[in-house]
């Protein structure tokens, strides 16, 4: 059995469905459900055996230990965290609870579990931690892309916070021999991504004839990943990634945000035409994110060189693909967005 936290969530949710289309090796799946965390994600799962989904905090050690304890899993896969870089800038405390504070209390609990565990079991355990490219900071226009020995230079809380915990798990190899591999990946895209993001945001609002924001001058630059690339890149790191090595994970796309809106409109008017005429029209600038990035660039050559791991997608095949995914999921994003999801969740498992 594998453990996975944060499995509910965007990336989590397709990792999970993805392991189990390649592997019958059960998932213990760790998620609080907070705001983005979606149990609908994984309704295909409802009778599978294989998927025990357990609703609580990585903060929670009792918890963690009695899960552990119970299930011993092989390795733990650690996405949890508070991802949205807008809302890092507005109440940053959740991102330290989370990315800090809750990584802390996962290692610890994963030391432990892993040192009692058998020489053999020890010696296969992986902890596998899902890092971002914002942790190197803000590339120039002419900078090479982000290596894996980059120098840290994370710039917004949400980076800080994903570069704190990716030091803690490095400290954990090092002082205690905890063996960990440690992934960053670029912007993923795909299905089941919460509407608050770049692309599904431009998707939703412009399948509604609203306003699609574009911060500044919509020139900086990300690198954009097919979320099922990302998946699969995961399982290899997890196969034959070396122990405490860093692992960069691209898709060797460099789009600006303007050139991913206009080719969300572009495709949408193509698949749903708008009588109203081309959806660019809905294109508007707004005031720039504050110490906003301007370039990410992922070199993924180790992990292509390494563990011969190269995306499937490009970012054509990828981006119809998702758009194919929301226009036949209407009903999962308005109950994204409607408030009802949050309710369910409080009646099932209380408030959160
Ligand atoms: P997400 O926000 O969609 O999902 C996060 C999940 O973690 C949610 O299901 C949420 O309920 C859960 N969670 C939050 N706090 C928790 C807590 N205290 N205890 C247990 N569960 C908790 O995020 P995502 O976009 O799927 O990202 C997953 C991971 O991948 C994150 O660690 C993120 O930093 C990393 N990452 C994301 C991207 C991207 O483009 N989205 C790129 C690179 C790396």
Known sequence: MILVTGGAGFIGSNFVLDWLAHSDEPVLN??????????????????????????????????????????????ILHFAA????????????????TNVQGTFTLLEAARDHWSGLPAAERECFRFLH????????????????????????????????????????R????????PVLTTHCSNNYGPFQFPEKLIPLMIVNALAG?????YGDGLNVRDWLYVSDHCAALRTVLARGRMGESYNIGGWNEKTNLEIVRTVCALLDEMRPDAAGPRERLVTFVADRRGHDRRYAIDARKIERELG????????????????????????????????????????????
């Open 30 to 75: 760790l998620d609080a459900l907070s705001y983005a965390g979606n149990l609908a994600n994984l309704r295909s799962l409802q009778a599978d055996a294989r998927h025990v989904f357990v609703h609580g905090d990585i903060r929670d050690r009792a918890l963690l230990d009695r899960m552990l304890a119970q299930h011993r899993p092989r390795a």
């Open 82 to 97: 508070e991802s949205h870089v807008d809302r890092s800038i507005h109440s940053p405390d959740s991102f330290l609870g």
């Open 309 to 352: 791991w190269r995306p499937a997608e490009t970012f054509e095949t990828g981006i119809r693909k998702t758009l194919r995914w929301y226009l036949a999921h209407p009903h999962w994003i308005t109950q994204v967005q409607s408030g009802a999801y949050r309710d369910w969740v409080s009646t099932q498992y209380g408030a959160n």
């Open 130 to 169: 899902v890092s971002t490219d914002e942790v190197f900071g803000s590339l120039g226009p002419a900078d090479p892309p982000f290596r894996e020995g980059d120098a840290y230079e994370p710039n917004s809380p949400y980076s800080a916070s994903k570069a704190a915990s990716d030091h803690l798990v």
């Open 210 to 214: 609203k306003p699609l924001p574009v």
């Open 171 to 178: 400290a954990w190899h090092h002082t205690y021999g905890l």
